[in-house]
């Protein structure tokens, strides 16, 4: 008969490991409830101001939950979890900082901006007056211990997952991922509020949450890397008042990725009043990055598109 399991809150580590033990061994069919931490190990808290930012120490961010043992999970099966809930603790915040975002060389963005957000309504959070956004939660970081041994950073993505940050693993997704050591050996964390496709200032809305995930097996059959089913529509299905889009194009997919953010910050400031840091961190949450075009060489078309449903 499956079962429910709460992890104990206090099974985090800041690294994979395949020698890890796990904190908890569940059997296929079986639901864990974790209840994840904000990435950076209390570094910043709800009283923190933005001059806490430029004491971090980038050597404690990541803390995740786990890791959670499968019952039979071996090298060449495919991991199967499926995204029960992910709820939101109390409050968020989102941060630019010097030298970590997608316009980090941009004299505007060379000072640091931190955003509090309060969580506490169930649907939405307000980013100032007339404008809200509402809450489509995801864990920004899912994975496995990889096959390598020793010690790797959670930093970036692999072919076992990590820290993906891929807005469309909310509540229904359901996951397919490669296992490369018995046991699979799974930890979540980074949980986001929102988040636009591509976290351009760095961060979505960065929480404490509650995460419910069911495990399953397919034995004798790996994924390549990540794959995923959504249940839904995707993510921004909440919006109902139309998109404004920016584009850019030329031969490098970055600087494009770049030139339509730049347009999108100026159309904020210009038609809604926003500072440049309040501008980056609104397009972080919400607007997603699209690669429009990738064949009519030598040019690409990379378009950002806002949901106009966040200004009420």
């Not at 959670?68 to 968020?92: M, Q, R």
């Not at 900082?97 to 309060?118: C, E, M, R, S, V």
């Not at 990738?294 to 106009?308: F, G, H, Q, R, S």
């Amino acid at each position: 008969m499956p079962k429910t399991h709460h992890l104990d809150p206090n099974a985090v580590h800041h690294t994979w490991d395949r020698d890890r033990p796990p904190a908890l061994t569940v059997n296929p069919g079986d639901t864990v409830v974790f209840e994840t931490p904000e990435i950076t190990r209390g570094q910043l808290t709800r009283s923190s101001t933005k001059d806490a930012l430029l004491a971090l120490d980038f050597g404690l961010i990541h803390q995740i939950s786990g890791p959670v043992a499968v019952s039979g999970a071996e090298p060449g099966d495919t991991l199967v979890v499926e995204i029960l809930s992910v709820k939101p603790k109390e409050w968020g915040y989102s941060f630019v900082l010097p030298g970590f975002n997608l316009l980090k060389d941009d004299a505007a963005f060379q000072t640091p901006y931190l955003k509090i957000w309060d969580l506490t309504h169930p649907s939405h959070t307000e980013f100032k007056p007339g404008i809200v956004i509402p809450y489509e939660p995801f864990c920004g970081l899912m994975g496995l211990a990889p096959a390598e041994p020793g010690e790797h950073s959670t930093v970036p993505p692999r072919r076992v997952g990590g820290n993906l940050d891929i807005r469309q693993l909310v509540a229904g997704t359901v996951m397919h991922m490669p296992v490369e050591v018995p046991g699979a050996l799974f930890s979540c964390g980074d949980v986001h509020g929102t988040q636009g496709d591509g976290e351009v200032c760095g961060t979505g809305i960065e929480m404490e949450s509650f995460v419910t995930l069911r495990f399953d097996l397919i034995k004798g059959y790996s994924v390549p890397e990540l794959q995923f089913r959504m249940a839904n529509r995707m993510t921004g299905s909440w919006n109902d008042k139309g998109w404004f889009c920016t584009t850019a194009h030329g031969p490098d997919l970055w600087i494009n990725t770049q030139n339509a953010i730049r347009y999108m910050i100026d159309w904020l400031k210009r038609e809604h009043g926003l500072t440049d840091h309040e501008a980056l961190v609104l397009c972080s949450v919400c607007v997603d990055l699209k690669i429009s075009e990738v064949v009519d060489a030598p040019n690409w078309i990379v378009t950002a598109a806002l949901p106009l449903g966040v200004f009420v």
